[in-house]
Protein backbone atom coordinates (compact mmCIF):
# COMPACT_ATOMS: atom_id res chain seq x y z
CA UNK A 1 0.00 0.00 0.00
CA UNK A 2 2.86 1.90 0.97
CA UNK A 3 4.18 1.89 -2.41
CA UNK A 4 1.35 1.92 -4.47
CA UNK A 5 0.61 5.61 -2.47
CA UNK A 6 3.35 6.94 -3.93
CA UNK A 7 2.67 5.55 -6.88
CA UNK A 8 -0.09 7.52 -7.85
CA UNK A 9 1.85 10.67 -8.72
CA UNK A 10 3.62 9.35 -11.31
CA UNK A 11 1.03 7.06 -12.92
CA UNK A 12 -1.06 10.83 -13.08
CA UNK A 13 2.12 12.36 -14.64
CA UNK A 14 2.97 10.24 -17.17
CA UNK A 15 -0.96 9.69 -18.21
CA UNK A 16 -2.19 13.49 -18.21
CA UNK A 17 1.33 15.00 -18.57
CA UNK A 18 3.39 13.03 -20.55
CA UNK A 19 0.74 11.57 -22.89
CA UNK A 20 -0.37 14.55 -24.31
CA UNK A 21 2.53 16.25 -25.30
CA UNK A 22 3.38 16.54 -29.12
CA UNK A 23 6.48 14.11 -28.77
CA UNK A 24 7.74 11.38 -30.48
CA UNK A 25 5.72 8.17 -28.65
CA UNK A 26 9.88 6.38 -27.72
CA UNK A 27 10.77 9.75 -26.26
CA UNK A 28 6.98 10.04 -24.11
CA UNK A 29 7.83 6.10 -23.09
CA UNK A 30 11.65 7.05 -22.01
CA UNK A 31 10.68 9.86 -20.33
CA UNK A 32 7.91 7.83 -18.44
CA UNK A 33 10.15 5.37 -17.86
CA UNK A 34 12.92 7.09 -15.89
CA UNK A 35 10.11 9.25 -14.08
CA UNK A 36 8.63 5.55 -12.95
CA UNK A 37 12.26 4.61 -11.71
CA UNK A 38 12.51 7.92 -9.54
CA UNK A 39 8.98 7.24 -8.37
CA UNK A 40 9.81 4.06 -6.87
CA UNK A 41 12.81 5.56 -4.84
CA UNK A 42 11.48 4.11 -1.55
CA UNK A 43 11.43 0.74 -3.04
CA UNK A 44 14.76 0.90 -4.16
CA UNK A 45 15.19 1.62 -0.80
CA UNK A 46 13.84 -1.12 0.93
CA UNK A 47 15.39 -3.82 -1.49
CA UNK A 48 18.75 -2.00 -0.93
CA UNK A 49 19.09 -1.24 2.68
CA UNK A 50 15.43 -3.51 4.12
CA UNK A 51 14.33 -0.03 4.86
CA UNK A 52 12.33 2.59 3.57
CA UNK A 53 13.38 5.41 6.45
CA UNK A 54 16.75 4.51 5.88
CA UNK A 55 18.01 4.94 2.20
CA UNK A 56 21.87 3.90 2.11
CA UNK A 57 22.54 5.02 -0.86
CA UNK A 58 25.85 7.79 -1.99
CA UNK A 59 24.20 10.85 -0.96
CA UNK A 60 24.57 12.49 -4.25
CA UNK A 61 21.99 9.91 -5.36
CA UNK A 62 19.25 10.27 -2.68
CA UNK A 63 19.87 14.12 -3.74
CA UNK A 64 18.70 13.70 -6.96
CA UNK A 65 16.02 10.88 -6.14
CA UNK A 66 14.58 13.80 -3.67
CA UNK A 67 14.91 15.83 -6.78
CA UNK A 68 12.69 13.61 -9.33
CA UNK A 69 10.29 12.09 -6.65
CA UNK A 70 9.57 15.56 -5.12
CA UNK A 71 9.27 17.12 -9.43
CA UNK A 72 6.93 14.27 -9.76
CA UNK A 73 4.81 15.46 -6.93
CA UNK A 74 4.63 18.91 -7.25
CA UNK A 75 3.89 18.11 -10.96
CA UNK A 76 0.85 15.90 -10.27
CA UNK A 77 -0.44 18.91 -7.73
CA UNK A 78 0.00 20.79 -10.89
CA UNK A 79 -1.99 18.53 -13.41
CA UNK A 80 -4.46 17.97 -10.66
CA UNK A 81 -5.10 21.66 -10.71
CA UNK A 82 -4.89 21.79 -14.28
CA UNK A 83 -7.73 19.07 -15.13
CA UNK A 84 -9.89 20.68 -12.49
CA UNK A 85 -9.91 24.28 -14.31
CA UNK A 86 -10.46 22.44 -17.46
CA UNK A 87 -13.62 20.62 -15.76
CA UNK A 88 -14.66 23.89 -14.85
CA UNK A 89 -15.08 25.21 -18.30
CA UNK A 90 -16.45 22.39 -19.52
CA UNK A 91 -19.51 22.75 -17.11
CA UNK A 92 -19.59 26.21 -18.56
CA UNK A 93 -19.29 25.65 -21.99
CA UNK A 94 -19.79 22.03 -22.51
CA UNK A 95 -16.57 21.90 -24.18
CA UNK A 96 -12.80 21.04 -22.69
CA UNK A 97 -10.45 23.74 -23.46
CA UNK A 98 -7.04 22.67 -25.35
CA UNK A 99 -4.11 23.03 -23.74
CA UNK A 100 -1.39 24.59 -25.37
CA UNK A 101 1.95 22.61 -25.01
CA UNK A 102 3.73 25.71 -23.46
CA UNK A 103 1.57 25.13 -21.06
CA UNK A 104 2.55 21.91 -19.92
CA UNK A 105 6.33 23.30 -20.70
CA UNK A 106 5.92 25.76 -17.65
CA UNK A 107 4.59 23.15 -15.33
CA UNK A 108 7.65 21.08 -15.99
CA UNK A 109 9.88 23.42 -15.47
CA UNK A 110 8.37 24.76 -12.65
CA UNK A 111 8.28 21.67 -10.91
CA UNK A 112 11.89 20.95 -11.17
CA UNK A 113 12.71 24.16 -10.07
CA UNK A 114 10.78 24.27 -7.13
CA UNK A 115 11.77 20.82 -5.87
CA UNK A 116 15.69 22.06 -6.55
CA UNK A 117 15.04 25.06 -4.48
CA UNK A 118 13.12 22.83 -1.91
CA UNK A 119 15.61 19.86 -1.71
CA UNK A 120 18.55 22.69 -1.08
CA UNK A 121 15.89 24.25 1.63
CA UNK A 122 15.94 20.87 3.55
CA UNK A 123 19.58 20.25 3.54
CA UNK A 124 21.02 23.51 4.86
CA UNK A 125 22.05 24.13 8.23
CA UNK A 126 18.97 25.52 9.83
CA UNK A 127 18.90 29.35 10.39
CA UNK A 128 18.41 29.95 13.71
CA UNK A 129 14.98 31.24 15.12
CA UNK A 130 15.42 33.17 18.86
CA UNK A 131 11.68 32.83 21.17
CA UNK A 132 11.03 34.41 24.00
CA UNK A 133 8.46 33.07 26.05
CA UNK A 134 6.58 33.52 29.20
CA UNK A 135 6.52 30.54 31.50
CA UNK A 136 4.19 30.92 34.37
CA UNK A 137 6.27 30.52 37.72
CA UNK A 138 9.05 30.68 36.43
CA UNK A 139 11.41 31.71 39.66
CA UNK A 140 13.45 34.96 39.08
CA UNK A 141 16.28 33.00 39.00
CA UNK A 142 15.79 31.23 35.54
CA UNK A 143 14.54 34.49 33.80
CA UNK A 144 16.90 35.26 31.03
CA UNK A 145 17.61 31.15 30.49
CA UNK A 146 18.69 30.07 27.37
CA UNK A 147 17.21 26.87 26.14
CA UNK A 148 18.01 25.30 22.61
CA UNK A 149 15.66 23.11 20.71
CA UNK A 150 16.85 20.26 18.31
CA UNK A 151 14.30 17.89 16.66
CA UNK A 152 13.99 15.56 13.83
CA UNK A 153 17.72 15.90 12.66
CA UNK A 154 17.66 12.39 10.90
CA UNK A 155 20.96 11.82 10.49
CA UNK A 156 21.40 9.52 7.66
CA UNK A 157 23.12 9.49 4.05
CA UNK A 158 21.38 13.21 3.32
CA UNK A 159 22.17 14.44 6.52
CA UNK A 160 25.57 13.26 7.48
CA UNK A 161 28.18 14.01 10.18
CA UNK A 162 29.46 17.00 8.29
CA UNK A 163 26.05 18.49 8.34
CA UNK A 164 25.82 17.03 12.27
CA UNK A 165 29.62 18.57 12.74
CA UNK A 166 27.89 22.07 11.45
CA UNK A 167 24.61 21.82 13.34
CA UNK A 168 26.87 21.62 16.70
CA UNK A 169 29.34 24.58 15.67
CA UNK A 170 26.26 26.72 15.41
CA UNK A 171 24.53 25.45 18.30
CA UNK A 172 27.62 25.46 20.83
CA UNK A 173 28.27 29.26 19.64
CA UNK A 174 25.14 30.57 21.48
CA UNK A 175 26.41 29.07 24.44
CA UNK A 176 23.09 28.07 25.78
CA UNK A 177 22.38 26.86 29.44
CA UNK A 178 20.44 23.53 27.99
CA UNK A 179 20.37 21.85 25.31
CA UNK A 180 17.23 19.41 24.10
CA UNK A 181 16.80 17.01 21.60
CA UNK A 182 13.41 15.91 20.83
CA UNK A 183 13.39 12.92 18.73
CA UNK A 184 13.79 11.78 15.07
CA UNK A 185 18.08 12.05 16.17
CA UNK A 186 18.76 9.08 13.07
CA UNK A 187 17.33 7.25 10.06
CA UNK A 188 19.39 3.68 10.28
CA UNK A 189 20.95 1.35 12.90
CA UNK A 190 23.83 1.96 15.61
CA UNK A 191 26.04 0.10 13.04
CA UNK A 192 25.64 2.26 10.14
CA UNK A 193 25.41 5.51 11.71
CA UNK A 194 27.92 5.30 14.52
CA UNK A 195 30.08 7.70 13.10
CA UNK A 196 28.07 10.12 11.37
CA UNK A 197 26.35 10.74 14.89
CA UNK A 198 29.36 11.54 17.09
CA UNK A 199 29.88 15.01 16.36
CA UNK A 200 26.53 15.23 19.03
CA UNK A 201 28.50 14.20 21.25
CA UNK A 202 30.58 17.48 20.68
CA UNK A 203 27.29 19.50 22.01
CA UNK A 204 27.97 21.59 25.27
CA UNK A 205 25.44 23.90 27.25
CA UNK A 206 25.66 24.57 31.48
CA UNK A 207 23.19 22.31 32.03
CA UNK A 208 23.87 19.75 29.54
CA UNK A 209 22.37 18.34 26.90
CA UNK A 210 18.51 16.08 27.41
CA UNK A 211 16.83 13.76 25.08
CA UNK A 212 14.00 11.82 24.38
CA UNK A 213 13.62 9.27 21.77
CA UNK A 214 11.14 9.81 18.21
CA UNK A 215 8.92 7.52 16.51
CA UNK A 216 12.15 7.00 13.87
CA UNK A 217 14.32 5.50 16.74
CA UNK A 218 11.68 2.81 16.81
CA UNK A 219 12.45 1.37 13.64
CA UNK A 220 16.35 0.98 14.53
CA UNK A 221 16.55 -1.17 17.39
CA UNK A 222 15.83 1.39 19.85
CA UNK A 223 17.41 0.02 22.94
CA UNK A 224 20.90 -0.10 21.23
CA UNK A 225 20.38 3.85 20.66
CA UNK A 226 18.97 4.28 23.92
CA UNK A 227 22.56 2.81 25.28
CA UNK A 228 24.46 4.80 22.92
CA UNK A 229 23.01 8.27 23.11
CA UNK A 230 24.47 8.78 27.33
CA UNK A 231 28.00 7.76 25.91
CA UNK A 232 27.78 10.52 23.85
CA UNK A 233 26.77 13.08 26.63
CA UNK A 234 23.19 12.91 26.40
CA UNK A 235 20.77 12.24 29.37
CA UNK A 236 17.79 9.99 28.01
CA UNK A 237 14.35 11.07 29.57
CA UNK A 238 12.34 8.24 29.21
CA UNK A 239 9.59 8.94 31.23
CA UNK A 240 11.93 10.62 33.50
CA UNK A 241 12.87 14.05 34.65
CA UNK A 242 15.46 16.68 35.59
CA UNK A 243 15.80 18.90 37.93
CA UNK A 244 17.76 22.29 37.57
CA UNK A 245 18.12 24.77 39.86
CA UNK A 246 19.46 27.81 40.33
CA UNK A 247 19.89 29.75 43.61
CA UNK A 248 16.56 28.80 45.72
CA UNK A 249 14.67 28.73 42.23
CA UNK A 250 13.85 25.14 40.22
CA UNK A 251 13.15 23.93 37.09
CA UNK A 252 11.69 20.82 36.26
CA UNK A 253 12.35 19.23 32.51
CA UNK A 254 10.64 16.60 32.02
CA UNK A 255 10.69 13.56 28.95
CA UNK A 256 8.60 10.83 27.49
CA UNK A 257 9.45 8.00 25.25
CA UNK A 258 6.97 7.86 21.80
CA UNK A 259 3.86 6.65 21.20
CA UNK A 260 5.64 4.42 18.53
CA UNK A 261 6.74 2.12 21.63
CA UNK A 262 3.45 0.80 21.66
CA UNK A 263 4.33 -1.35 18.40
CA UNK A 264 7.07 -2.53 19.32
CA UNK A 265 6.74 -3.92 22.88
CA UNK A 266 8.56 -1.03 24.70
CA UNK A 267 8.47 1.33 26.97
CA UNK A 268 4.97 3.35 26.50
CA UNK A 269 5.16 7.54 27.19
CA UNK A 270 4.00 7.47 30.99
CA UNK A 271 4.03 11.42 31.81
CA UNK A 272 2.99 10.54 35.32
CA UNK A 273 6.06 8.51 35.47
CA UNK A 274 8.19 11.31 34.24
CA UNK A 275 6.40 13.33 36.56
CA UNK A 276 6.82 11.62 39.73
CA UNK A 277 8.52 13.14 42.74
CA UNK A 278 9.48 15.80 40.61
CA UNK A 279 9.27 19.55 43.10
CA UNK A 280 5.26 20.77 43.20
CA UNK A 281 6.23 24.01 43.25
CA UNK A 282 8.64 24.10 40.13
CA UNK A 283 7.00 25.13 36.40
CA UNK A 284 7.31 21.82 33.89
CA UNK A 285 8.66 22.34 30.77
CA UNK A 286 7.66 18.69 28.74
CA UNK A 287 9.87 17.19 25.93
CA UNK A 288 7.22 14.84 23.64
CA UNK A 289 8.35 14.33 20.07
CA UNK A 290 4.94 14.11 19.26
CA UNK A 291 2.65 17.16 19.99
CA UNK A 292 -0.89 14.86 19.50
CA UNK A 293 -1.49 13.96 23.22
CA UNK A 294 -0.83 17.83 23.68
CA UNK A 295 -4.26 18.31 26.01
CA UNK A 296 -3.14 15.37 28.15
CA UNK A 297 0.10 16.97 29.11
CA UNK A 298 -1.85 20.31 29.84
CA UNK A 299 -4.35 18.81 32.08
CA UNK A 300 -1.47 17.54 34.45
CA UNK A 301 -0.23 20.96 34.69
CA UNK A 302 2.88 21.22 32.01
CA UNK A 303 3.53 24.57 31.67
CA UNK A 304 5.46 24.23 28.32
CA UNK A 305 5.53 21.32 25.63
CA UNK A 306 8.52 21.00 23.08
CA UNK A 307 7.86 19.07 20.34
CA UNK A 308 8.40 17.82 16.69
CA UNK A 309 7.59 15.39 14.44
CA UNK A 310 5.38 17.43 11.89
CA UNK A 311 8.96 18.95 10.42
CA UNK A 312 6.21 21.52 10.17
CA UNK A 313 4.36 19.76 7.13
CA UNK A 314 7.36 20.41 4.96
CA UNK A 315 5.14 22.27 2.14
CA UNK A 316 3.10 25.40 2.37
CA UNK A 317 -0.69 23.52 1.48
CA UNK A 318 0.54 20.36 2.65
CA UNK A 319 0.94 21.41 6.19
CA UNK A 320 -2.85 21.23 6.68
CA UNK A 321 -2.78 17.79 5.64
CA UNK A 322 -0.31 17.33 7.89
CA UNK A 323 -1.82 19.00 11.18
CA UNK A 324 -4.91 16.98 10.43
CA UNK A 325 -3.13 13.56 11.09
CA UNK A 326 -1.61 15.32 14.78
CA UNK A 327 -4.86 16.68 16.31
CA UNK A 328 -4.32 20.29 14.74
CA UNK A 329 -0.95 20.90 15.42
CA UNK A 330 1.94 21.25 12.82
CA UNK A 331 3.82 24.40 13.54
CA UNK A 332 4.63 26.88 16.06
CA UNK A 333 2.83 27.95 19.06
CA UNK A 334 -0.11 26.67 20.38
CA UNK A 335 -2.14 27.45 23.33
CA UNK A 336 -3.47 24.02 25.25
CA UNK A 337 -5.45 24.25 28.15
CA UNK A 338 -3.22 26.91 30.41
CA UNK A 339 0.05 25.28 29.16
CA UNK A 340 1.80 26.35 25.69
CA UNK A 341 2.80 24.03 22.94
CA UNK A 342 5.79 24.93 20.62
CA UNK A 343 5.68 22.53 17.43
CA UNK A 344 9.47 22.77 15.90
CA UNK A 345 9.50 22.32 12.05
CA UNK A 346 12.99 20.61 12.52
CA UNK A 347 16.72 20.58 12.22
CA UNK A 348 16.58 18.04 9.64
CA UNK A 349 14.28 16.07 7.49
CA UNK A 350 13.29 12.04 6.66
CA UNK A 351 15.81 11.90 3.63
CA UNK A 352 12.45 9.82 2.04
CA UNK A 353 11.10 13.04 1.06
CA UNK A 354 13.34 16.09 1.53
CA UNK A 355 11.65 19.38 0.44
CA UNK A 356 11.09 22.40 2.28
CA UNK A 357 8.65 24.78 0.07
CA UNK A 358 7.68 27.75 2.31
CA UNK A 359 8.37 25.94 6.07
CA UNK A 360 12.00 26.83 6.44
CA UNK A 361 14.00 24.53 9.53
CA UNK A 362 14.95 25.94 12.14
CA UNK A 363 17.69 25.49 15.21
CA UNK A 364 15.45 27.27 17.71
CA UNK A 365 17.07 29.16 21.14
CA UNK A 366 13.95 29.95 23.77
CA UNK A 367 14.61 32.60 26.13
CA UNK A 368 12.60 31.85 29.53
CA UNK A 369 11.18 34.65 30.89
CA UNK A 370 8.96 34.86 34.37
CA UNK A 371 5.48 35.99 34.71
CA UNK A 372 4.86 39.68 35.61
CA UNK A 373 3.80 39.89 39.11
CA UNK A 374 0.24 41.29 39.87
Known amino acids: MFHLMFSLPWLIVATRFIAPL ?3 LMVKVLLAAFLLVASQYHLFSR ?12 RPLVIGFNLFFGAIVLLAMMQVALDLVSLLIFAVKW ?4 VPPEVRYTMGIAAVLLASFGISQAIRVPPLKQIEVVIPGLAPEFDGYRMVQLTDMHISR ?3 GS ?6 EKTNALDADLIVITGDLIDGSLDIRREDIAPLGGLTARDGVLTVPGNHEYFFDIDRWLGHFPEINMRILANDHAVIERGEGQLVVAGVTDLSARFTGAVEPDLGKALSGAPAKAPVILLDHQPRLAHRAAEQGVALQLSGHTHGGMIRGLDQIVARANNGFVSGFYQVGDMQLYVNNGTGLWPGFAL ?3 VPAELTEFT ?3 APRM
Open 368 to 370: LRA
Open 158 to 160: LFT
Open 47 to 58: FTSGSVFAPEFP
Open 95 to 98: SFPA
Open 356 to 358: RIG
Open 163 to 168: WAAAVV
Open 22 to 24: PWP
